[in-house]
Nanobody, 127 residues
Framework: QVQLVESGGGSVQAGGSLKLSCAVA????????MGWFRQAPGKEREGVGI????????VYADSVKGRFTISQDNAKNTLYLQMDSLKPEDTAMYYC????????????????????RGQGTQVTVSS
C-alpha cells in the first residue's frame, strides 16, 4: 500500500514562496506517475502539475506555469512543489497524488482516477 504524506503548507503574503513536500512510502517515486492538485472551498478541483512515469518533464496548469515547479528526489523518495510569486487565488488545500499507470494527465488529477492521494496541506496567500 502506497502512502503519501504532504508537508510544507502555511500562510504567506502575496509574492512570497512556499515549498511543498510529498513523502512516498510503499513504492518509489520513479515508478509512479505523480502530481499535485488543489481545491479551494466552493471551487472545482484543479490539477496543478504532473510528472508521468513515462515522461521526464512536468506539465503545468496555465494558472501556475512559470511560477510553480515540480521536482522529485529519488534518494529521499519525495516529490516537491516549489511555489513562487504566490497570489491570493493560489489559496487552497493542496494534495499530492500518485498512480502506477505509465501516463497520466492534468485532467486526470481533477477526477478520482489516481490510486493514491495524501491528506492535503493548506496554503493561504494573503494580499
Amino acid at each position: 500500500q502506497v502512502q503519501l504524506v504532504e508537508s510544507g503548507g502555511g500562510s504567506v503574503q502575496a509574492g512570497g514562496s512556499l515549498k511543498l513536500s510529498c513523502a512516498v512510502a510503499g513504492d518509489t517515486v520513479s515508478s509512479l506517475s505523480m502530481g499535485w492538485f488543489r481545491q479551494a472551498p466552493g471551487k472545482e478541483r484543479e490539477g496543478v502539475g504532473i510528472i508521468s512515469r513515462g515522461d521526464d518533464s512536468a506539465v503545468y496548469a496555465d494558472s501556475v506555469k512559470g511560477r510553480f515547479t515540480i521536482s522529485q528526489d529519488n534518494a529521499k523518495n519525495t516529490l516537491y512543489l516549489q511555489m513562487d510569486s504566490l497570489k491570493p487565488e493560489d489559496t487552497a488545500m493542496y494534495y499530492c497524488a500518485a498512480d502506477p499507470y505509465y501516463w497520466r494527465t492534468l485532467l486526470d488529477l481533477t477526477k478520482e482516477i489516481f490510486a493514491y492521494r495524501g491528506q492535503g496541506t493548506q496554503v493561504t496567500v494573503s494580499s
